[in-house]
């Protein structure tokens, strides 16, 4: 079976590498290279990376837009499907009537469309995580369902541990209904919830509830990451407890380098804290050198 995969990101990564050992891969299309950091030296997708290193004759297209160019090329591939990964963008009606158009999304649909599915799935503190595949239509996430897979919360996890145990179980679902006929079910449309594009503001947090804090530290690693109004970024957050009563930030106590941190409804420990434009430091050191005591409030 011929294929198209468009994907871009590391979730994506992973199951380019694993479709490419059970289908005949045509093409990749993800993301243009971006400049990145102080150098602003070209940063090249995950999908790109990996694809390039390892089979570097497999054509790879960066466009800028899905024109009329794109779709010309993308039809010329004549592919079986197109998969989709963690794409980024919306595909034109155009695309999806070359081909089948499979999506792999991070959530048990309907629940969760949209660009953060996996974050969504743990600011919700949802029992169970999950994968859908869907045929893709001109709505977005609306399509109908060709398969889920499931897996139990045992833990908490923060958000690359998490797409690190989805991406396989979504690759094996999409290698599964890719080889047998399709049998598509209609999603129940009322049930729909949505999530949206992460902003750097999302990760804005005051000590008002230890658990919210803390779900947050772990759907926004690596990035936005949390922070306090002052732009105090907080690292290595773990939950405490729950319930108890405490003045906003104040200082509880200490467990060797970390920072016991009160809120109005449970306690947090904290391990690493960077003030703006400041090298990340074990929390301790920080309160030490800023002369906190036990009972001050972190701002």
Same mark, same amino acid.
């Given at each position: 079976?011929?294929?198209?995969?468009?994907?871009?990101?590391?979730?994506?990564?992973?199951?380019?590498?694993?479709?490419?050992?059970?289908?005949?891969?045509?093409?990749?299309?993800?993301?243009?290279?971006?400049?990145?950091?102080?150098?602003?030296?070209?940063?090249?997708?995950?999908?790109?990376?990996?694809?390039?290193?390892?089979?570097?004759?497999?054509?790879?297209?960066?466009?800028?837009?899905?024109?009329?160019?794109?779709?010309?090329?993308?039809?010329? *591939? =004549?592919? @079986?499907?197109? /998969?989709?990964?963690?794409?980024? $963008?919306?595909?034109?009606?155009?695309? !999806?009537?070359?081909? #089948?158009?499979?999506?792999?999304?991070?959530?048990?649909?309907?629940?969760?469309?949209?660009?953060?599915?996996?974050?969504?799935?743990?600011?919700?503190?949802?029992?169970?995580?999950?994968?859908?595949?869907?045929?893709?239509?001109?709505?977005?996430?609306?399509?109908?369902?060709?398969?889920?897979?499931?897996?139990?919360?045992?833990?908490?996890?923060?958000?690359?541990?998490?797409?690190?145990?989805?991406?396989?179980?979504?690759?094996?679902?999409?290698?599964?209904?890719?080889?047998?006929?399709?049998?598509?079910?209609?999603?129940?449309?009322?049930?729909?919830?949505?999530?949206?594009?992460? *902003? =750097?503001? @999302?990760?804005? /947090?005051?000590?008002?509830?230890? $658990?919210?804090?803390?779900?947050?530290? !772990?759907?926004?690693? #690596?990035?936005?990451?949390?922070?306090?109004?002052?732009?105090?970024?907080?690292?290595?957050?773990?939950?405490?407890?729950?319930?108890?009563?405490?003045?906003?930030?104040?200082?509880?106590?200490?467990?060797?380098?970390?920072?016991?941190?009160?809120?109005?409804?449970?306690?947090?420990?904290?391990?690493?804290?960077?003030?703006?434009?400041?090298?990340?430091?074990?929390?301790?050191?920080?309160?030490?050198?800023?002369?906190?005591?036990?009972?001050?409030?972190?701002?």
């Amino acid at each position: 079976m011929r294929l198209i995969f468009m994907g871009t990101s590391p979730f994506a990564r992973i199951v380019l590498d694993y479709l490419l050992d059970h289908f005949d891969i045509v093409a990749l299309f993800t993301q243009p290279s971006k400049p990145f950091g102080r150098t602003q030296k070209l940063k090249h997708s995950a999908t790109k990376e990996f694809l390039q290193r390892t089979h570097p004759h497999i054509p790879i297209f960066e466009p800028i837009k899905l024109d009329t160019s794109t779709i010309e090329t993308i039809a010329a *591939l =004549k592919p @079986d499907a197109i /998969v989709v990964v963690a794409y980024g $963008k919306i595909l034109p009606q155009t695309l !999806l009537n070359i081909a #089948p158009c499979l999506n792999l999304h991070g959530s048990i649909l309907p629940q969760f469309r949209g660009a953060s599915p996996i974050q969504e799935m743990i600011l919700k503190d949802v029992p169970e995580f999950g994968v859908s595949v869907i045929a893709m239509n001109a709505q977005m996430d609306a399509g109908d369902i060709l398969g889920t897979a499931r897996m139990p919360k045992e833990r908490y996890l923060s958000a690359p541990e998490l797409s690190a145990l989805l991406a396989p179980l979504g690759a094996q679902l999409l290698s599964d209904i890719l080889k047998q006929p399709f049998n598509p079910i209609a999603q129940d449309h009322a049930q729909a919830s949505y999530c949206a594009k992460i *902003l =750097k503001q @999302d990760g804005l /947090v005051a000590f008002h509830n230890a $658990k919210e804090v803390f779900l947050k530290a !772990l759907a926004y690693d #690596p990035w936005p990451g949390v922070f306090l109004a002052s732009g105090l970024k907080l690292f290595g957050v773990e939950l405490l407890d729950e319930q108890s009563v405490h003045e906003l930030g104040s200082l509880l106590g200490f467990d060797q380098e970390s920072v016991l941190v009160g809120c109005a409804r449970g306690i947090l420990k904290i391990a690493h804290l960077q003030a703006p434009g400041k090298q990340k430091i074990c929390a301790k050191s920080y309160v030490s050198g800023k002369r906190l005591k036990l009972g001050s409030v972190l701002t």
